[in-house]
């Protein structure tokens, strides 16, 4: 199989390629959840970016390890390059990387940089060795002659989400033993561990405070943007064109470093990588889709953090599996799981793997909820959500659908019946059925429950409490999910009232939702201040999902007005324009941009439901639903190269905002690839030869 291969294109005058190369990042993902992140220009403008974020067992959580690495090459003629640097308080920029720089690829998702000094290509590559709290930088010479480098990595020891101005742990401990070096706190942190491999190595001690550095986009978003980190001193070695240079950073135990060595480390990486492009046989063998095979890896992780899930997973001989709703900031959310399940792993044949999400999250089922998130460094989830729990019942029914397994039913079941019969009697936040229609409602004070969940200190910003029109077509769908499957285990009586539950739901809705003055579905009804008709992308699942609650009569007004006001090339806006609360952009302080996140702001996400609804809508405009996923490739070049982001502005040109990589995003662009793809090759098979 080919490798996939992605080229970022900059323009070459030296203002406009370096900040184009501060704007765009690169992503590395070691399968724990842990990272390596930075800007393509090398330089730290973020306080998540660094060259090695361990993802460590609670309480500690993901730490930042290695903060940056300034590398420098003496030339030949005895010119000296900085490839990498900070951005420091009224000291110019050093870095001039991006002056020299050739070339910047993904290779099958590995980002390489080639550097071109007259007659000398000089390659650099980050690895993280897979389920390893271990990082790889490699550079080797493609042309010319030995080039001599020095490495000086620098540490500020801190939770990857603290402010970069938290002060530097106390004094920091470097230790020296042969080839191997240490740098440890006076903390429960475990050491940093380095070792260099390469010509002629030596290390000099230059102990040195940096101070006053400058993140940039943490300036831009309104938080502490200054801080220190502090450097042991640099490392000097000899990169010829024989022997390539390795600066391994870890976090493990030096019998686990020493195991994966340089050249093994990048070969079995490139091993797992073709592998995981072999599984995904429905995906299309060409495109963007082949991209995201790639990408769908990053989120989907073992959270060794919680070591009672892994014990437990191992007792039943199952494995522990989540999946990271987006980078560099989320843990995983359940609502994100449970949408991004299918497109993760089932389309691209991990479906084992999706057992062991859904048998993972069906343990920490509360009172008929599953959690909707895990803090950083906690074992136990939240349980703040009203949709999570719904979204579980489609993600078992897509799993079963996909995987033929048939003991997986029998084995959840008892948690799916208790689910709905807590939906149907009441639960925490306000969460359940009401008597006189058969709607579902949620909502408590100070609580976010439906996907649109942002929130400023109290300040709730799109509360939605009443009957929100998804919950209620994700309500419809459990209901009749649960109906079929107890049709399937012979429960013939209890099917019959789960339908009835079903029917009343689906009856209430019709009257109860329908705008009659717009053409379209109220966002809300019965809420704390009536009928709420703003114009929302949430009406779509009710046409969307495997049981449309809506009546097919009015799909197509709703699509119409979903088309003409709300979608975009890189998503729907969550609030149609010329709404009162409408915001065009999201940017500014947290608080600007919470005012801003779904009140307008596009989320790709929605693409993938707009794409089913329009397919039942409009079976045979294949190529049409097609080209509306395909525009995403122009967004694989940006932010974090060859991923999908979370959110953009909701007018042009949609900059992107938000995390860089985000799971659902990926996971719905690429489900509806490979969902189109499929159906093309019905269609073609179904033609007489």
């Not at 998702?109 to 000089?122: A, C, H, N, Q, T």
């Not at 475990?190 to 001690?205: D, F």
């Not at 792993?345 to 998130?373: C, D, K, Q, S, W």
């Not at 705008?515 to 008709?533: F, I, K």
Request: charged fraction near 25%; glycine fraction near 8%; include cysteine.
């Amino acid at each position: 199989m080919n490798g996939v291969l992605r080229r970022v294109a900059y323009r070459k005058s030296e203002a406009e390629t370096r900040e184009t190369l501060l704007d765009k990042e690169w992503l590395v993902t070691n399968g724990l959840g842990g990272y390596a992140s930075g800007s393509l220009a090398g330089v730290i403008t973020r306080g998540f970016h660094g060259y090695l974020v361990a993802a460590l067992p609670t309480p500690l959580g993901r730490m930042l390890m290695l903060n940056d690495l300034i590398e420098t090459v003496g030339l030949p003629d005895g010119q000296s390059v900085q490839l990498s640097g900070e951005e420091r308080v009224n000291t110019p920029l050093q870095a001039q990387g991006a002056e020299y720089l050739e070339e910047f690829c993904l290779e099958d998702g590995v980002p390489v940089w080639i550097f071109r000094f007259g007659e000398i290509l000089l390659e650099k590559r980050v690895l993280m060795v897979y389920r390893q709290n271990t990082v790889h930088v490699n550079y080797r010479l493609k042309s010319g002659t030995a080039v001599k480098m020095t490495l000086r990595p620098s540490v500020n020891f801190r939770p990857h989400e603290a402010a970069v101005s938290t002060p530097l742990a106390g004094n920091y401990a470097f230790t020296v033993i042969e080839d191997t070096f240490e740098i440890a706190a006076q903390t429960n942190i475990p050491a940093l561990r380095l070792m260099l491999h390469g010509k002629e190595k030596s290390l000099t001690m230059d102990r040195t405070r940096f101070q006053e550095i400058v993140y940039r986009i943490e300036e831009s978003r309104g938080y502490a943007a200054h801080g220190d980190l502090w450097s042991p001193g640099y490392f000097s070695v000899v990169l010829t064109p024989d022997q390539p240079v390795t600066l391994v950073a870890s976090v493990e135990s030096w019998d686990a470093i020493r195991a994966v060595s340089p050249k093994y480390a990048e070969r079995a990486e490139s091993l797992r990588r073709k592998r995981l492009q072999a599984r995904a046989v429905d995906v299309p063998a060409e495109g963007i889709a082949r991209e995201l095979v790639l990408a769908a890896d990053q989120f989907i992780i073992v959270p060794e953090g919680r070591g009672e899930d892994t014990l437990r997973a191992r007792a039943a001989g199952d494995e522990v599996r989540t999946i990271i709703a987006g980078y560099p900031w989320f843990t995983d959310w359940g609502r994100d799981t449970m949408i991004s399940l299918e497109g993760l792993t089932l389309t691209t044949g991990r479906t084992v793997e999706a057992g062991y999400i859904l048998r993972t999250f069906a343990h920490y089922i509360r009172r008929g909820l599953i959690p909707n998130m895990f803090p950083e460094g906690h074992d136990e989830g939240l349980y703040h959500t009203a949709d999570a729990t719904l979204w579980f019942f489609h993600a078992v029914a897509r799993y079963l659908a996909a995987s033929g397994d048939q003991l997986f039913l029998p084995e959840i079941f008892p948690q799916l019946q208790a689910i709905i019969e807590y939906h149907l009697r009441g639960t925490d936040f306000g969460i359940g059925v009401d008597p006189d229609d058969g709607l579902l409602r949620q909502g408590a004070e100070g609580y976010q429950l439906t996907w649109m969940d942002a929130k400023v200190e109290e300040w709730v910003v799109t509360p939605r409490r009443g009957k929100a029109v998804e919950i209620n077509a994700l309500w419809y769908n459990a209901l009749c999910y649960m109906k079929q499957w107890l049709q399937e285990e012979g429960e013939t009586e209890k099917a019959s009232e789960m339908g009835m539950h079903a029917q009343r739901c689906r009856d209430s809705f019709q009257k109860r939702f329908w705008y009659t003055d717009g053409g379209y579905l109220y966002d809300v009804v019965d809420g704390e201040t009536g009928d709420d008709s703003s114009l929302r992308p949430n009406q779509i699942f009710a046409v969307s999902l495997d049981f449309p609650v809506l009546e097919k009569d009015k799909w197509a007004r709703v699509m119409e007005c979903i088309e003409r006001t709300l979608l975009t090339p890189v998503g729907l806006r969550t609030l149609a324009p010329g709404e009162k609360e409408y915001k065009a952009k999201y940017y500014g302080n947290l608080r600007a941009r919470d005012a801003a996140y779904h009140q307008g702001t596009v989320w790709p996400w929605l693409i993938g439901a707009y794409v089913d609804a329009w397919l039942k809508l409009h079976p045979d405009e294949l190529d049409r639903a097609e080209r509306l996923l395909q525009a995403f490739e122009d967004r694989l070049g940006q932010n974090a190269v060859g991923s999908i982001g979370e959110i953009f502005d909701a007018e042009p040109p949609y900059t992107h905002r938000g995390c860089v990589a985000q799971g659902w995003s990926v996971a719905e662009v690429l489900r509806g690839l490979v969902k189109i793809a499929t159906l093309k090759k019905k269609t073609e098979s179904a033609k007489p030869a």
